[in-house]
């Protein structure tokens, strides 16, 4: 997913995607990385959102190392196929 990211020149509201993984027996997840934010984040700031498959509850941090090693933590229960993360991260 860094490989992705590395070197582009992105916009705000432009999205990277990982590929889909699996991870401690959840299959189909995905990273969603906007690294000028969503377009409806804040100025300043990057969005960034797990989907997984709908009825997978999951407890996750996503962590931000540049800025002071930044830690969020999130319990989701997925219903769809929407991300579910951060918008302001």
Known sequence: F????????CQK????????????GVPDLQMSLYP????????????LFLYAPAGWQIKYKMYKATCGDEVKTLLHTFDDDEGWGWPNF
């Open 13 to 24: 509201g432009d999205e990277i995607k990982s590929q889909k993984f699996s991870l401690l």
């Open 2 to 9: 860094a490989k992705d990211v590395e070197g582009k020149t």
């Open 36 to 47: 000028q934010g969503h377009t409806k984040a804040k100025e300043g700031h990057m969005s």
